[in-house]
């Protein structure tokens, strides 16, 4: 399961309404790449849902969906919104590949 927390949720409603998007599109998340550098991931809105290759969840009124194929990788992974002094924006945790951790073969 993909975690939205209540201040990412209302980050999410208020850039779909500034984007004047359907009410019904949802927080697409997806895995780019990979290998040293760990997973990068991306969020992007989206309306088009196929069951047959995406699952949905769902916290505070937003829907996240994500591949079916990626959603093992990102069991537990939480989605939040930070605003501090070092800048402001969404961060995603994954404790299945947490952050900086590299890779032996290159000494990462």
Same mark, same amino acid.
């Given at each position: 399961?993909?975690?939205?927390? &209540? ?5 999410? @409603? ?12 949802? !927080?697409?998340?997806? @895995? ?6 760990? !997973?990068?991931?991306? !969020?992007?809105? *989206?309306? &088009?849902?196929?069951? &047959? ?9 937003? *829907? ?10 990102? *069991?537990?992974?939480?989605? *939040?919104?930070?605003?501090?002094? !070092? ?13 900086? &951790? ?7």
């Amino acid at each position: 399961m993909i975690v939205l927390t &209540e201040v990412a949720a209302s980050q999410v @409603i208020a850039a779909r309404q500034a984007q004047e998007l359907a009410p019904d599109s949802f !927080l697409r998340m997806v @895995i780019q790449g990979g290998g040293c550098s760990g !997973l990068r991931y991306g !969020l992007t809105f *989206d309306h &088009e849902f196929n069951p &047959e290759t995406d699952t949905r969840f769902t916290q505070y009124g937003v *829907d996240v969906v994500t591949r079916k194929k990626f959603a093992e990788f990102l *069991d537990g992974t939480v989605i *939040d919104y930070k605003d501090n002094a !070092l800048g402001r924006g969404f961060s995603i945790e994954n404790p299945n590949f947490p952050a900086g &951790e590299g890779c032996s073969g290159c000494g990462g």
